[in-house]
């Protein structure tokens, strides 16, 4: 728990750190990170998850997808329109207006999200 909150005091001064809890089952990994998270005020530390399962493992990024998946609310059986707005309206709130990761984003999440530059220069010209 000292080094979990050591890690946190440490994102405050913007440094960032990888924590690996390791145990055989039932040893309480999942519990210390539960009573860990309680002791946060999530309202001035974001907290993310993403998951890794077992059948998740020849997935590339599967986890990285997970934690994209949540925090940009996609639930399965979205369609590909569906994803493209949530990833187009969330990916704002996170990060501001980001066009330019549409892309990236749309293929970690197996949804083509084409690239919208084309249209933005074209709208450059049009303007000039
Ligand atoms: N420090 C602890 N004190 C009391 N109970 C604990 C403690 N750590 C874990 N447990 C309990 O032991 C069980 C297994 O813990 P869990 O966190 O699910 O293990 P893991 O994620 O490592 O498989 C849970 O019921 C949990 O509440
Ligand atoms: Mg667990």
């Given at each position: 728990?000292?080094?979990?909150?050591?890690?946190?005091?440490?994102?405050?001064?913007?440094?960032?750190s990888i924590i690996?809890?390791?145990?055989?089952?039932?040893?309480?990994?999942?519990?210390?990170?539960?009573?860990?998270?309680?002791?946060?005020?999530l309202k001035e530390?974001?907290?993310?998850?993403?998951?890794?399962?077992?059948?998740?493992?020849?997935?590339?990024?599967?986890?990285?997808?997970?934690?994209?998946?949540?925090?940009?609310?996609?639930?399965?059986?979205?369609?590909?329109?569906?994803?493209?707005?949530?990833?187009?309206?969330?990916?704002?709130?996170?990060v501001g207006r980001?066009?330019?990761?549409?892309?990236?984003?749309?293929?970690?999440?197996?949804?083509?999200?084409?690239?919208?530059?084309?249209?933005?220069?074209?709208?450059?010209?049009?303007?000039?």
């Amino acid at each position: 728990m000292a080094q979990l909150s050591d890690a946190v005091d440490r994102l405050r001064a913007g440094k960032g750190s990888i924590i690996s809890i390791c145990g055989d089952a039932g040893t309480g990994k999942s519990r210390l990170v539960e009573e860990f998270k309680a002791t946060l005020d999530l309202k001035e530390i974001q907290w993310r998850e993403g998951h890794a399962y077992a059948y998740s493992q020849n997935i590339p990024y599967a986890p990285v997808t997970d934690m994209l998946r949540r925090a940009l609310r996609i639930e399965e059986g979205d369609s590909p329109s569906k994803i493209r707005e949530k990833v187009e309206r969330r990916v704002e709130l996170l990060v501001g207006r980001r066009e330019d990761l549409m892309p990236y984003i749309g293929s970690l999440l197996a949804s083509p999200i084409p690239n919208s530059r084309g249209q933005a220069r074209f709208l450059e010209a049009t303007l000039a």
